[in-house]
Structures are given as C-alpha cells and as structure tokens.
C-alpha cells in the first residue's frame, strides 16, 4: 500500500454539489433494489445477506465518489 493511498482513504472528503446529487441518486438506487428484494424474496439469511451486499454496494461507491472523483 502506498501513504498516499492511506492518506486518501482515511481523510474527510467534503462533498461538492456534484458528489451530494450523485450520493443522493445512487442511494436512491440502492434502495429501490433493496425494497424489491425485501418485497419478492422470503425473509431467510440470504435475504439479509443479499441486502448487506447492496448496503456494502453503497459504501464503495461513496468511497469511489468521495476518493478518485476530482474536486470541482
């Protein structure tokens, strides 16, 4: 691993317009997936599982946003 790295990953990004539209529409998103899955599969482990994954989807994808996204 580089610092530099390091140093990104664990630094406050304060979001642009652009990055909070983009947070919004995604987790949006995420969610509407999330209440499909919770409407048409039964309530087992992999459902919660397979929520968990969409949750941990979201998590990333801020990561990508708020890391490697240039700053307006």
Known sequence: MRIEDLNN???YHAPT???QEQYTMLRDKAKELAVAFDACLPDCADKTAAVRKI???VMAMNLAIACYQPTE
């Open 17 to 19: 317009q652009s990055q």
């Open 9 to 11: 990953w664990f630094t």
């Open 55 to 57: 949750r941990e989807t």
